[in-house]
């Protein structure tokens, strides 16, 4: 148990970065998509929705995964 709890808490990290890295890109298509719409251009921009749903879960799958390594008994 103590390797699976070990590499669940590793594998969840990983994915939990992964979503902090679709957070920032996130957070950078937003901001071009406000900035298109107070500048009452066409509505060219990128569509964040797609990326917020992989976001959002992601997240929620790596704070499952490191939570569920980290409850697990360690020996």
């Known amino acids: 148990m103590r390797i699976l709890s ?3 808490v590793i ?6 970065l ?7 890109t996130n957070y ?5 998509l406000h ?3 107070y500048a009452n251009k066409s509505n060219e921009g990128p569509n964040p929705n797609a990326n917020l749903l992989i976001q959002s879960a ?8 490191t939570g569920l390594g980290l409850s697990m008994p360690k020996r």
Not at 18 to 24: I, N, T, V
């Open 35 to 37: 900035a298109v719409a």
């Open 58 to 65: 992601l997240l929620a799958g790596g704070g499952f995964l």
């Open 18 to 24: 992964a979503g902090a890295y679709y957070l920032f």
């Open 6 to 8: 070990g590499l669940l």
């Open 11 to 16: 594998i969840g990290l990983l994915v939990l």
């Open 28 to 32: 950078i298509a937003i901001n071009q």
